[in-house]
């Protein structure tokens, strides 16, 4: 299993950036998939999540400006945000488990057994 993260990178309060994650050796549709992000002397957090059926979930901070999809056929995750903020600022992580529903809508970090590299994302104000 290999997820990898690419479309970090600086961008301007109020501006816009999609992140992508490229998964290998497993079957997208059949886990649930999500964005988590960690900021310096914070904990990680998770962002958004989408569950095998395609339900997604989000924490509270990025309802309304983010959204997570999948590309089945191009076994890639997205990320696109929106109206970001400086707040944002963080390394930016997708994970991948057979999970739970309940799991992968509560995006607890130690659940999840697959991680990429990260890519960071700079919010300048």
């Known amino acids: 299993v290999q997820l990898v993260e690419t479309g970090g990178g600086l961008v301007q309060a109020g501006g816009s950036l999609r992140v992508s994650c490229k998964t290998s050796?497993?079957?997208?549709?059949?886990?649930?998939m999500a964005w988590f992000r960690q900021a310096p002397g914070k904990d990680r957090e998770g962002v958004a999540s989408i569950d095998s059926d395609g339900t997604t979930s989000y924490t509270e901070a990025v309802k309304g400006r983010f959204t997570v999809s999948r590309d089945k056929r191009r076994n890639t995750l997205y990320l696109q945000m929106n109206a970001l903020t400086p707040e944002d600022t963080a390394m930016y992580y997708c994970?991948?488990?057979?999970?739970?529903?309940?799991?992968?809508?509560?995006?607890?970090?130690?659940?999840?057994?697959?991680w990429g590299q990260g890519t960071q994302v700079t919010v300048s104000s």
């Open positions: 994970a991948a488990d057979d999970i739970s529903s309940n799991d992968c809508y509560a995006m607890s970090p130690w659940v999840f057994g697959y």
């Open positions: 050796g497993f079957v997208l549709g059949d886990h649930c």
